[in-house]
């Protein structure tokens, strides 16, 4: 017999390409304007200040291809991600030895109500509401770093109905991949099934009804997401 009230959800996971397993997932941190031409057009300073970071629901990701129009918004954005998932953590992880702590990487989608948003940053409160909603983070299957390493420079593109929305390199974020894992780490005990949403390049642009998303990253694989 159960000692909970009612059944829990099954844990948030995602696939892992090439086989049947799966990665649980545990957390989901993002990391805010962390290339600098994105940070120009969000109207901010592109100077390396220190990363700031907001959290999305583990149950937010969702590697269905269908995205569906969130209720409450009429301007809802695309936000194109490499995605990193953890197979263990810690504290004050070293910025050297932070790569260790990769499992994989995958291509995603930080999907955004940017008007609620906005509503938020105007109000000086949360972002959640305009992050943290249902099937927000459209992502790939997870590949191996075992497979393809640790990518730190290659194309970065998404397109919306075959029209060239997002364009960047990996190599131009502006904390890379083992300083936003030391960085979080000295403020979070980081664990295996964390997810970290590394930044998303210019071009940020809404979405409609009937629009298919095709997002593409060097090394990692592509994602074609369908707006319903």
Known sequence: MSDYVFEPPLRPSLPIRGT?????VRRVYCIG?????????????????????FQKNPDNLDPSGEFPYPVRSSDVHHELEMVVALKSGGLNIPVEHALDHVYGYAVGLDMTRRDLQGEAKDLRRPWEIGKAFERSAPCGALV?????GHPSAGLVQLRVNGEVRQTGDLGQMIWKVPEIIAYLSDYFELAAGD???SGTPSGVAAVA?????????????TLRVTVV
Request: proline share 11%; charged share 30%; aromatic share 8%.
């Open 209 to 221: 009804r009937g629009d298919l998303m095709e997002a593409e990253i060097a090394g990692v694989g």
């Open 33 to 53: 304007r962390n290339y600098a031409a994105h940070t120009i057009e969000m109207g901010h300073d592109p100077d390396r200040d220190p990363p700031f970071f």
């Open 20 to 24: 049947d397993r799966r990665f649980p």
């Open 195 to 197: 997810v970290i949403m």
């Open 144 to 148: 191996p770093a075992a497979e393809i």
